[in-house]
């Protein structure tokens, strides 16, 4: 069962090279997250890279640096325990099973790609508070449609090894509605900002 959070104890802040260093933090403690993928996979990346952990660090740093990654970091005092990963379309271009997605719908404004809590943070309520931040940094930036895939678990208790964008569960608590099914175990949904 998942606890609801007192909201007073955690704080939202915007990835920006203010907070890259406790982000920073936070990916190095869990080992560049998902094989040292460092919340890259959805962004377009150059196809001369090569991928390594210092080569993710160093692209991640500079797409933050250009304001090309945008994310909402939960703080626990000064530590950053999670984040929501968010962005336009052209900015996190890489998702899984993209033709069927695009065929279903029309692009959003915004995609949720990605949402990543500390494992000692876990089954607390943090990713709800990622995505709450999430859409309010997005309001902030002007809003619009904001779509995202999370996985359709159907009630089914799923490790969260797998679970690199939350529940569908977690969406609908926030008001996002169901579009779609995306590929065998996820879905397609939005909501307007």
Same mark, same amino acid.
């Given at each position: 069962? *998942?606890?609801?959070?007192?909201?007073?104890?955690?704080?939202?802040?915007?990835?920006?090279?203010?907070?890259?260093?406790?982000?920073?933090?936070?990916?190095?403690?869990?080992?560049?997250?998902?094989?040292?993928?460092?919340?890259?996979?959805?962004?377009?990346?150059?196809?001369?890279?090569?991928?390594?952990?210092?080569?993710?660090?160093?692209?991640?740093?500079?797409?933050?640096?250009?304001?090309?990654a945008h994310a909402a970091l939960v703080f626990h005092n000064n530590m950053c325990i999670g984040w929501c990963q968010?962005?336009?379309?052209?900015?996190?271009?890489?998702?899984?099973?993209?033709?069927?997605?695009?065929?279903?719908?029309?692009?959003?404004?915004?995609? *949720?790609?990605?949402?990543?809590?500390?494992?000692?943070?876990?089954?607390?309520?943090?990713s709800e508070f990622a995505l709450k931040g999430a859409l309010k940094l997005i309001k902030e930036a002007g809003g619009g449609i904001v779509e995202s895939y999370p996985q359709d678990t159907k009630g089914i208790?799923?490790?969260?090894?797998?679970?690199?964008?939350?529940?569908?569960? *977690?969406?609908?608590?926030?008001?996002?509605?169901?579009?779609?099914?995306?590929?065998?175990?996820?879905?397609?949904?939005?909501?307007?900002?």
């Amino acid at each position: 069962m *998942i606890k609801t959070i007192d909201s007073n104890q955690y704080t939202i802040k915007p990835l920006n090279i203010d907070t890259w260093d406790a982000y920073e933090k936070l990916i190095v403690k869990h080992h560049g997250v998902w094989g040292g993928c460092w919340c890259l996979n959805f962004h377009d990346k150059p196809k001369d890279r090569i991928r390594s952990f210092e080569n993710n660090r160093l692209l991640k740093k500079y797409f933050v640096e250009t304001n090309r990654a945008h994310a909402a970091l939960v703080f626990h005092n000064n530590m950053c325990i999670g984040w929501c990963q968010y962005g336009s379309p052209n900015e996190l271009t890489n998702i899984y099973h993209k033709k069927e997605v695009e065929s279903k719908t029309e692009l959003p404004d915004y995609r *949720i790609t990605c949402i990543f809590v500390d494992r000692d943070y876990r089954k607390k309520g943090i990713s709800e508070f990622a995505l709450k931040g999430a859409l309010k940094l997005i309001k902030e930036a002007g809003g619009g449609i904001v779509e995202s895939y999370p996985q359709d678990t159907k009630g089914i208790s799923v490790t969260s090894s797998f679970l690199y964008n939350s529940t569908r569960q *977690i969406f609908e608590n926030t008001g996002f509605k169901y579009i779609d099914t995306k590929g065998k175990n996820h879905c397609i949904m939005r909501i307007k900002i």
